[in-house]
């Protein structure tokens, strides 16, 4: 069984451009996450999808940053205009369940903005 | 708030030497607790995880009880080996969410 992707893998963009970051969950899984790493931080959670609707987006630091999650598959995260501040590494996690359940998470997607 | 805090690392080993990573948490009730671990160049794995007091969660030769008193979720190995050295990460759930510790990064010498 194919684990959770993202792409792009890399990506290095200027302060004040767009950037959109992809997320195939685990197939079969209703629920998926967002979260990001910044640089000395914890790892912290954005939001969640169950299927093409947010759950809870609690976590999403401003409206510069949109996700979806069409036909409740891939997700996206679009960033846009880019800051500095949003440099770090941004993983999505899926799940069958969501409550205190384990999270199965990608390999992430590692942002610089210069 | 509800919180993860774990040893700041890095820590550096022998192969061979005994593993302990401890982890403490903040949480009203009884959540499920974890460890993922990040290998180098990889996205983070779970590594084990615990969902009741007294519950020990157990995989590739590593540990961990889940310690209601104490409010622990200590990681162990008995031996270590070089392909051990990654970033682990103590984590908790709370509802639809995982809160992480920082991560301690190990460094196993051969």
């Known amino acids: 069984e194919a684990g959770v992707t993202q792409f792009p893998s890399h990506s290095v963009i200027e302060k004040g451009q767009t950037v959109t970051l992809r997320c195939d969950p685990i197939?079969?899984?209703?629920?998926l996450y967002w979260y990001r790493r910044v640089m000395g931080k914890e790892i912290k959670f954005l939001l969640h999808f169950v299927k093409e609707s947010k759950q809870d987006e609690s976590g999403m630091p401003n409206n510069r940053f949109l996700a979806e999650r069409t036909g409740g598959t891939y997700s996206t995260l679009k960033v846009q205009p880019a800051e500095l501040e949003d440099s770090g590494v941004y993983f999505c996690?899926?799940?069958?369940?969501?409550?205190?359940?384990?999270?199965?998470f990608g390999p992430g997607t590692r942002l610089l903005v210069l | 708030g509800d919180s993860v805090t774990q040893m700041e690392g890095p820590v550096t080993l022998s192969e061979e030497a005994f593993l302990t990573i401890n982890c403490t948490y903040t949480a009203t009730g009884y959540p499920s607790l974890f460890w993922y671990v990040q290998y180098p160049g990889e996205g983070l794995q779970l590594l084990l995880k615990a969902t009741k007091a007294d519950d020990k969660g157990s995989n590739k030769g590593f540990e961990a009880t889940y310690r209601k008193e104490t409010t622990s979720f200590h990681l162990e190995k008995g031996s270590v080996q070089v392909s051990d050295s990654a970033v682990y990460f103590c984590?908790?759930?709370?509802?639809?969410?995982?809160?992480f510790g920082k991560g301690t990064r190990l460094h196993i010498l051969p």
């Open positions: 197939s079969g899984h209703d629920n």
């Open positions: 984590a908790r759930a709370r509802d639809d969410k995982i809160i």
């Open positions: 996690a899926s799940s069958p369940d969501w409550y205190q359940e384990t999270q199965y």
